[in-house]
């Protein structure tokens, strides 16, 4: 499997299994919130249930910096559009 | 604070539209002065003419060569030059505030792009309809104080009213562009009356409106202001019904 799931090897004991079963669903469970994708260890995108538990579209640059958020404003969750400049946080340059 | 300066699109300020556009190929002396726009508002246009089709050498369509106005039916072009003397005009318009009703797609690009983050959006910081200050009306003390707004902080202000002065505070490095028309009641066309032009302190203009850019010291610690000179009226004076429309970018 490409991504986060493990699958579970014929060899392994039923305990094991299971337990390995159920931290799939919890890898699950959290992409139904918050669906990041990433490369080289560094977002690229994510999608849903923000670090700052407001919603939407972030895209990330080159260098792990968040440059464009489609969504909900930090502070009052208004939605808009917002995209920095090289070097700035979409996030933190948003009131 | 949130700095304009440092996004290159922000919803919180408005991407202003162009809600006309036409290309004009006028000739002094045998073109029709004016023609419909079909807007079915006064639109605030703005543009710039060549008297080569290469727009080589270009021009603001409000220098003292070629003007035009606008009123809810008709552009008119106002040329200087002798006859036979031909133009070449690329005239836009914006909605004033006041306007609130539907209008026509307009959109264009010279790329294949409608919007590309690649350019920088100028936010449109503020924008207004106010009329002079009312020199003979007592029941209207808010109009001796004048109207002052903070922009390019927390999105788009609107700014409506009678005053003779708004002033517009804002932060450095923010160093924002003003656009001005004034509707004249006496005729009630719209004409540009000025792009880009500041006036430091001291060096103001007496023929309303014009903006005055203050310099830092008054304000201090960066803090900077426009001042937006809309004039006064009296009861009976011509332009006691006048309004200067204006856009502020940042």
């Known amino acids: 499997m490409p991504n986060r799931f493990t699958p579970i090897t014929s060899t392994q004991s039923t305990k094991a299994a299971l337990q390995q079963i159920n931290q799939n669903f919890m890898q699950l469970d959290a992409e139904a919130f918050t669906k990041t994708v990433q490369k080289g260890g560094n977002n690229q995108v994510m999608f849903g249930k923000l670090p700052n538990n407001r919603y939407g579209l972030l895209i990330y640059d080159d260098g792990g910096m968040p440059r464009i958020l489609i969504g909900q404003a930090p502070k009052d969750g208004r939605p808009g559009v917002w995209i920095t400049k090289s070097g700035f946080d979409v996030i933190n340059e948003i009131d | ?250």
């Not at chain 2, 700014?159 to 708004?166: F, V």
């Open chain 2, 1 to 250: 604070m949130q700095y304009p300066t440092h996004f290159i699109a922000n919803s919180d300020y408005p991407f202003d539209m162009i809600i006309y556009y036409k290309y004009v190929e006028f000739t002094k002396g045998t073109s029709p002065t004016s023609f419909a726009h079909n807007l079915g508002f006064t639109p605030l246009i703005f543009g710039s003419y060549s008297t080569t089709e290469d727009f080589e050498i270009t021009r603001s369509l409000c220098d003292n060569r070629v003007q035009i106005e606008s009123d809810e039916t008709n552009l008119y072009i106002d040329a200087g030059g002798s006859a036979g003397t031909k133009y070449y005009m690329k005239i836009y318009g914006f909605a004033p505030i006041s306007w609130t009703g539907d209008c026509k797609p307009t959109a264009q690009s010279n790329t294949a792009l409608l919007f590309d983050t690649d350019n920088e959006y100028s936010p449109l910081l503020a924008a207004g309809a106010v009329q002079p200050r009312r020199m003979d009306n007592p029941y209207t003390p808010g109009e001796q104080t004048g109207l002052a707004q903070t922009i390019g902080e927390t999105g788009y202000v609107e700014i409506e009213g009678r005053s003779s002065d708004i002033s517009l505070y804002y932060q450095e490095p923010l160093a924002p562009m003003v656009m001005m028309w004034l509707t004249k009641a006496q005729t009630n066309r719209t004409i540009l009356k000025s792009n880009t032009i500041f006036f430091e302190t001291g060096h103001g203009l007496r023929e309303a409106p014009y903006a005055t850019y203050n310099v830092a010291g008054a304000q201090g610690d960066g803090k900077m202001a426009i001042a937006i000179n809309v004039g006064t009226t009296r009861t009976g004076m011509p332009n006691y019904n006048d309004t200067v429309h204006f856009r502020v970018y940042g």
